[in-house]
């Protein structure tokens, strides 16, 4: 049973920068494609980046594209978010797991960007 880890979240003013880290047991993580996952208040939970077992390839939801950067350490069974420019909108608890969710959620970390 893998189990995740989120931390790195915590209250920034627009404009900011957070580095969100997730860190998962066991040795299946290398081997999956991974993506971080965010939902808002009153909202359902969305994919906000994937990155590929090798980390060749990424991709990132639109709203994010330029701003989020996505990546792993497969050493460390540690995947990254690096988040720049943030705006209120992306106020939201920060979850990792596999491209298709197919682990136990962590308890995920909480970001808020407000003034």
């Known amino acids: 049973q893998v189990q995740l880890v989120e931390s790195g979240g915590g209250l920034v003013q627009p404009g900011g920068s957070l580095r969100l880290s997730c860190a998962a047991s066991?040795?299946?993580?290398?081997?999956?494609?991974m993506g971080w996952y965010r939902q808002a208040p009153g909202k359902q939970r969305e994919l906000v980046a994937t990155?590929?077992?090798?980390?060749?390839?990424?991709n990132y939801l639109d709203s994010v594209k330029g701003r989020f950067t996505i990546s792993r350490d497969n050493a460390k069974n540690t995947v990254y978010l690096q988040m720049n420019s943030l705006k209120p909108e992306d106020t939201a608890v920060y979850y990792c797991?596999?491209?298709?969710?197919?682990?136990?959620w962590g308890q995920g970390t909480q970001v808020t960007v407000s003034y």
């Open positions: 990155i590929t077992s090798s980390g060749g390839r990424t």
């Open positions: 797991n596999t491209q298709w969710g197919i682990w136990s």
């Open positions: 066991g040795s299946a993580f290398s081997l999956n494609t």
